[in-house]
């Protein structure tokens, strides 16, 4: 029998962001918008360095990880992969199933989008509320980490969750049932 599956986004989710501030709304965006390169996509892959996993958000995954096929999504850019497979290997002790962002021609939403109504998870973790918005009209639910720039989202499947932590009691509960 196929396990039911789960998606995670890294940064904000399972990594702390630069400085532990989580900049944007998600305001305002438009599905349609073409990606863009130039120079932050270039340097993205420094802008990982040094950065510590969220509170308890690993500890979750692992335990998840015993019941669901989990799948990293991150819009990080493929030319960052060293840095994130040897984050994860100094903080998780393994590589997960990783799905990272080809080429800046896709914006961040559009690839998650994308590639997690391919994986079809029973649920997403995700703290960019233009993301969690889109994703949450292709999958079943959705748990938004909670920071100051998405409080405004809501949603009937979208559930609002201090950390990964949070929503493993409930996701083991309906595994069970």
């Known amino acids: 029998m196929e396990r039911p599956r789960l ?10 962001p630069p400085f532990g501030i989580n900049p944007g709304s998600g305001r305002g965006k438009r599905r349609d918008a073409p990606g863009r390169g130039g120079l932050l996509w270039l340097t993205e892959r420094w802008r990982y360095l040094g950065r ?66 391919d994986i079809a998870p029973v649920a997403h973790f995700e703290d960019d509320p233009f993301t969690a918005q889109w994703v949450a009209e292709l999958i079943p639910s959705v748990y938004l980490v909670d920071w100051p720039r998405n409080r405004w989202l809501e949603g009937p499947n979208i559930r609002r969750v201090r950390s990964a932590t949070d929503a493993v009691e409930e996701l083991l509960r309906n595994r069970a049932t």
């Open 7 to 16: 998606t995670f986004d890294l940064d904000g989710v399972l990594c702390r």
């Open 52 to 117: 510590r996993p969220m509170p308890g958000s690993l500890e979750a995954f692992r335990t998840l990880s015993e019941r669901f096929d989990c799948t990293v999504v991150t819009a990080r850019g493929e030319a960052a992969r060293p840095l994130t497979e040897a984050w994860f290997r100094r903080y998780l002790g393994r590589v997960p199933a990783l799905r990272m962002r080809p080429a800046p021609s896709e914006t961040s939403a559009q690839f998650k989008a994308r590639v997690i109504a």
